[in-house]
């Protein structure tokens, strides 16, 4: 009997960010500025734990969408490919995203501002963390891989 290979299922990270004073009080170019600082301890893979996410997402009202412009710092711990040892590694990832407004559905990779006109901020985080991260990460430049002296 063939072993059935075993499934992948991506980490979630519920962040809502609520943007209804935004939509109802607000005009067309009106910004929110919305700070994120969050301690996790989510897997990403067999080799990489999400540890922290800090920065910020820029929302901009448009006509039929809000403009959602991420700056998100993280950290990770992960495995270096050469030594094998964990080590912390922090990266950078700044993206945007489109939220439309109302029943539509949604067009290329926009996403919907929700029936509570909540806006789900960490799909596309950790889609962005899990594309920033190395596919051979590396402790350093320098790392000479396993060597006798290990343990």
């Known amino acids: 009997m063939k072993k059935e290979p075993e499934k992948f299922e991506l980490p979630t990270f519920?962040?809502?960010?609520?943007?209804?004073?935004?939509i109802a009080k607000g005009k067309v170019g009106d910004r929110l500025k919305v700070e994120?600082?969050?301690?996790?301890n989510l897997r990403l893979d067999e080799e990489n734990v999400l540890k922290e996410i800090s920065g910020n997402v820029q929302l901009t009202l448009l006509e039929q969408e809000i403009l959602a412009q991420f700056d998100i710092n993280y950290l990770a711990k992960t495995v270096c490919a050469r030594c094998l040892k964990e080590y912390s590694r922090q990266g950078e990832a700044i993206f945007d995203r489109e939220y439309l407004i109302g029943r539509r559905l949604p067009e290329d990779d926009k996403l919907l501002v929700d029936k509570n006109f909540q806006i789900e901020i960490g799909?596309?985080?950790?889609?962005?963390?899990?594309?920033?991260?190395?596919?051979?990460?590396?402790?350093?430049e320098k790392c000479e891989g396993m060597t006798?002296?290990?343990k």
Do not use: Q, R, T, W
Request: proline share 11%.
């Open 36 to 40: 994120i600082d969050e301690k996790l």
């Open 123 to 140: 799909e596309p985080i950790l889609e962005e963390v899990m594309l920033d991260v190395p596919m051979k990460p590396l402790c350093s």
């Open 14 to 22: 519920p962040a809502k960010i609520d943007v209804k004073n935004l």
């Open 148 to 150: 006798g002296n290990d």
